[in-house]
Every structure is written in C-alpha cells, then in structure tokens.
C-alpha cells in the first residue's frame, strides 16, 4: 500500500512501517484528508522501509519493533545514521519494555501503543518536533525505571536543579501517578496551585511531560521504585 501525493509543503510526512496490513490500513485513515499530517506510504517490512525512505523523503516514521525480513530496531537504528532528520517512533505492544529499550538506544525519539488514537499520535509529533522526547501515556514504570538506569536522554535529565520541598512532594505524587486533583487534596491546596508547579517542575527540569519529570526524579534519587 502507497501513497506518492503531495500535498501542502507545511504538512509533515508520515511513513508507516508494520508487518499487520490492519494497522498500516488503520493509520492510513486515520492520517487521510488531515491538512498538517499527511500520510505518504506504508512498509511491511524494515528493508521495504528504507526503500521507500529516498522516494517519499517522509518527515516521521512510526515503525512497528517485530518484523519479518529486517526489524525496527535495525532500520532504526540504520535510519538515525543515514537520515538523522528523520524522526522515529517506535509501535510498541505491552510488554515489550526490553525491546522498546532497544529501540530508544538505536535513535527513536519515542514510542505509541498500537491502540493509540491520533490526538495522541499529534502530541507524540508535536513534542519530537520540540526537542523532547515522547513515551505512550500507558508507560509503565518498569519502562521508566529501564530508561533512568540507562545513558538515554541524558541531555534531557541532568541538570542540577533547586527544588522547593513542594515541589519535592508534587514529583513523588507524580511518580506514584497522582493526578492533579489528587495532589491538590493531598496537599490540601487548590488544583490551579497545583498546575502552576507542574509546569515551573517541567520548566526547571527542562522537559515537557510527565514521562520526564519520573525519569529525572528515579535517575536523580528524589523517588525510588
């Protein structure tokens, strides 16, 4: 399955890559008629993948882990050499932390479930266009944990930060996945004060999501598992 059209030069190109026809259908339309993510093929294979890299000049590339012929980790791992503007996210299943680990140490920014809906897939492109890395919002913390004991992002998670003890507290609540409304009543505080030192933590720390404040906080001893 192909699709060589062009469309507006601000929409960023997606390439699909998985060995299940249902999921490159799936992404297919979910990506079609949409006027800044425009879909441009489909691989089932990661040597079909780099085939079709210099034909369609994709912008991002979602990339299923286990397939036949080569696998992502390998066409990742070929792709983050060859073509380093190149964004990839890997197609994860649960259960697969080791292999995504593998994935995320041969280039990918990131990783979506295979369920995932397309507001999130815009969030995962949105953030990687920004610099930051994106993990799925089911991410475990066995995941987490794996990542933070490792030399990834490591740009992203070791600056010396000045904490308040609130802010000590409402990243251990993070960590043990409070939402925000649970903190604020923990805290005994309101749900805007909470929201506002979420994001000064974001700010401080130099990430953009939840998935950055757990691994600087397991990396940095401020929470442990």
């Not at 299943?93 to 990131?110: Q, S």
């Not at 815009?122 to 930051?132: H, R, V």
Request: charged share 25%.
């Amino acid at each position: 399955m192909r699709s060589t059209s062009l469309k507006s030069a601000r929409s960023i190109r997606i390439l699909i890559a998985d060995d299940h026809e249902m999921i490159r259908e799936s992404y297919a339309t979910l990506l079609g008629g949409h006027k800044d993510y425009h879909f441009v093929g489909a691989a089932k294979n990661g040597e079909e993948l780099l085939a079709m890299i210099p034909v369609l000049q994709p912008d991002f590339i979602i990339t299923d882990i286990k397939m036949p012929v080569m696998d992502g980790i390998e066409a990742t791992a070929f792709i983050t050499k060859t073509y380093p503007s190149i964004k990839v996210i890997a197609f994860s299943v649960f259960g697969e932390e080791n292999l995504v680990l593998k994935m995320l140490k041969a280039g990918a920014w990131g990783y979506l479930l295979k369920s995932s809906t397309m507001d999130e897939l815009i969030e995962a492109i949105q953030t990687i266009k920004m610099g930051y890395p994106y993990f799925c919002k089911e991410t475990g913390m066995t995941l987490f944990s794996m990542i933070a004991k490792s030399s990834l992002f490591l740009h992203e998670i070791l600056t010396e930060v000045d904490f308040t003890p609130k802010d000590i507290e409402i990243i251990r609540y993070i960590c043990e996945e409070k939402s925000n409304k649970e903190i604020a009543s923990i805290l005994d505080v309101n749900l805007k004060s909470v929201e506002n030192s979420r994001e000064k933590i974001h700010r401080k720390i130099g990430v953009k999501n939840t998935a950055g404040i757990v691994i600087y906080a397991i990396r940095s001893g401020i929470y442990k598992l």
